[in-house]
């Protein structure tokens, strides 16, 4: 508990077993923790099994994508304060407490991963995919009056709970390009949103995501077009809650 708020964790997993117990016990030595939900999508390497018995609660996801899952555990998540973070070891549970640092302040804290001084030597955050995450960033916004962002895909980030359930009706993106959809709603709701640095390490095993060129691409793509479209429909004051798959 933090400030008398209850904090829940959710960690995203799709074959993560790997490294999913050390995710779970990072999190629960900080103490604060109240709640950590393990979302199981789909996974075919016994995630669900190595998060039984860490103290985790395994909430499975038949939908298959990255933004179903972290929608899923949001749901469940009863903190007030709600956290997402990556279960692959790219992120450091301690800079929890930089989050909760502005917690009070803003509704939304993002972390980012592009500060170079946080980037540790085997993390896949090169030149480029830092570069792209920033220009997408900087896309989002300029279009939509956003405070400073630098990173376009960071999972790690608070959300209060009063926040997220106002923007809960128009979450529909089930795909990798989710995290700037929350972003963007929370923006035309006038939320409070900060980003600000945290650690990026290598991750253990192979990304999903942007784990190869084509898988980078095209990420990078849909999120393009997600914050395109949505800013022509603010234009035009268009219900905002298309489905981008």
């Known amino acids: 508990m933090w400030n008398n708020q209850r904090i829940s964790i959710v960690l995203p997993a799709y074959n993560e077993a790997e490294n999913i117990a050390h995710a779970v ?7 604060i923790v109240d709640e950590i939900l393990v979302v199981d999508n789909n996974s075919r390497d016994g995630t669900a099994q190595a998060a039984q018995g860490t103290g985790a609660r395994v909430v499975p996801e038949p939908a298959q994508g990255y ?13 007030d304060l709600i956290v997402l973070c990556e279960p692959d070891g790219t992120f450091e549970a301690r800079d929890l407490f930089k989050l909760l640092a502005y917690s009070e302040d803003f509704d939304m804290v993002l972390g980012t991963r592009t500060t170079q001084e946080l980037i540790w030597e085997n993390a896949n955050m090169k030149s480029a995919l830092r570069i792209g995450n920033l220009v997408v960033a900087k896309l989002l916004e300029l279009l939509f009056d956003g405070p400073s962002l630098s990173d376009c895909g960071c999972t790690f980030r608070l ?10 009706p128009f979450l529909t ?10 972003v963007i709603f929370g923006l035309v709701q006038k939320q409070r949103i900060i980003e600000i640095p945290v650690n990026y390490r290598g991750r253990v095993g192979a990304s999903k995501i942007t784990g190869t ?4 691409i095209q990420t ?3 999120m393009i077009g997600l914050i395109l479209i949505n800013r022509f429909r603010v234009t035009l004051h268009k219900p905002l809650n298309s489905k981008m798959g």
């Open 25 to 31: 016990q990072a999190f629960r030595e900080l103490a």
């Open 67 to 79: 933004g179903y899952a972290l929608q899923r555990g949001m749901r469940e998540a009863a903190g």
């Open 159 to 168: 959300i209060r709970r009063q926040a997220y359930r106002k923007i809960q």
């Open 173 to 182: 993106v089930g795909g990798s390009h989710f995290l700037p959809e929350m």
């Open 213 to 216: 060129w084509r898988g980078t």
């Open 220 to 222: 990078a793509c849909n």
